[in-house]
Nanobody, 124 residues
Framework: EVQLVESGGGLVQAGGSLRVSCAAS????????IAWFRQAPGKERQGVSC????????YYADSVKGRFTISSDNARNTVSLQMNSLKPEDTAVYYC?????????????????WGKGTLVTVSS
């Protein structure tokens, strides 16, 4: 059974930090990139970051560059997103997804598998 399980969301004040993680199982980890998307209330799902298992390359949306860092522990099939200098506009449900395009497309319609999401709330 394919599973992507997010953890680590919560409530933090603006300027603070959170680390969210995605544990993958049931598929060959090396066959995919792992992407993070987020969806705020009333907004479309947005690609945030991605890491490719093929070459370790990474992608960051302009809105999070310099504040978020993605990393992968291939031995544990886990990808983490360290989020620093958080802003109220970062508030959203964060989802991880298995990306067959190795982070080259970053379209939610192109992802094969999804987790159920974890809520990140940043208070002002």
């Amino acid at each position: 059974e394919v599973q992507l399980v997010e953890s680590g969301g919560g409530l933090v004040q603006a300027g603070g930090s959170l680390r969210v993680s995605c544990a993958a199982s049931g598929f060959t980890f090396d066959d995919y990139g792992i992407a993070w998307f987020r969806q705020a209330p009333g907004k479309e799902r947005q690609g945030v970051s991605c890491i490719s298992s093929a070459d370790g390359s990474t992608y960051y949306a302009d809105s999070v560059k310099g504040r978020f860092t993605i990393s992968s522990d291939n031995a544990r099939n886990t990808v983490s997103l360290q989020m620093n200098s958080l802003k109220p506009e970062d508030t959203a449900v964060y989802y991880c997804a298995a990306d067959p395009w190795y982070c080259t497309v970053m379209a939610s319609s192109g992802m094969n598998y999804w987790g159920k999401g974890t809520l990140v709330t940043v208070s002002s």
